[in-house]
């Protein structure tokens, strides 16, 4: 099966609208990914949940968006699922991986609605989502290190089984759960297609005491070239 080349991709985690506004303004942004948890924490309210989710796709006009199904049965996902896609053309709806899923996927996927299958902390839970049509996988890492696991050698496992059968334009890998930029560098030295990663994260990987010890010097003698004008 032919591979596209493709580049490492950054989406940011978050709903967040300031967030995604700064991450935006650097011009690296390729999508974003919410779920219930992150709309929680802006303190957002049920009535207003669709509106911000089509605030948000409207911002990222032509970036995939994810926004998460709350339901729990294969019925439920696949009528809600409709219903998010249906609020803006570049919404991707997010799944929990499970039967469930699996068969809302699958129906979805019929319908030409794409589906980001998220909590993966397994290849054979990957394969499974990708055979079922899902356009994304978000395998999770920092959760791995929580529990005293090793997250990048179970991405590792993911990237290899999925890459073995689906190329990009069938099947991505969100790296997910992503909470340092060792985090970011080893999904992108593993392969993986995208990167979905908090704010605070990402201006971590902006930073480096080399790079801040050079600028420091740099001001230093323009410093002294210009009381010497």
Request: one cysteine or more; aromatic letters at 6%; proline letters at 4%.
């Amino acid at each position: 099966m032919a591979r596209e080349d493709t580049s490492m991709k950054f989406f940011i985690d978050t709903a967040d609208i300031s967030e995604i506004k700064k991450a935006l303004s650097w011009g690296c942004l390729a999508g974003v990914t919410t779920n219930p948890s992150l709309y929680s924490r802006i303190g957002g309210k049920l009535a207003d949940f669709e509106a911000h989710m089509t605030k948000i796709a409207q911002l990222c006009e032509g970036l995939p968006v994810s926004a998460e199904s709350t339901a729990t049965t294969a019925e439920g996902m696949i009528e809600e699922g409709k219903h998010l896609a249906s609020l803006a053309p570049n919404i991707v709806v997010k799944l929990p991986i499970g039967e469930a899923a699996l068969e809302a996927t699958h129906a979805l996927k019929a319908e030409g609605v794409n589906v980001n299958m998220t909590l993966i902390f397994s290849a054979p839970q990957a394969l499974l989502a990708a055979a079922a049509g899902a356009r994304y996988v978000s395998p999770f890492v920092g959760r791995f290190d929580d529990i005293g696991d090793d997250g990048i050698a179970q991405l590792g496992t993911i990237v290899s089984a999925v890459k073995n059968y689906y190329a990009p334009e069938q099947c991505e890998i969100i790296t997910a759960s992503v909470r340092t930029p060792y985090h970011v560098t080893q999904a992108a030295l593993l392969g993986a297609d995208i990167a979905t990663v908090p704010l605070g994260a990402l201006e971590k990987c902006l930073r480096h005491p080399l790079t801040e010890q050079g600028l420091a010097a740099f001001e230093a003698d323009w410093k002294k070239v210009t009381a010497e004008a």
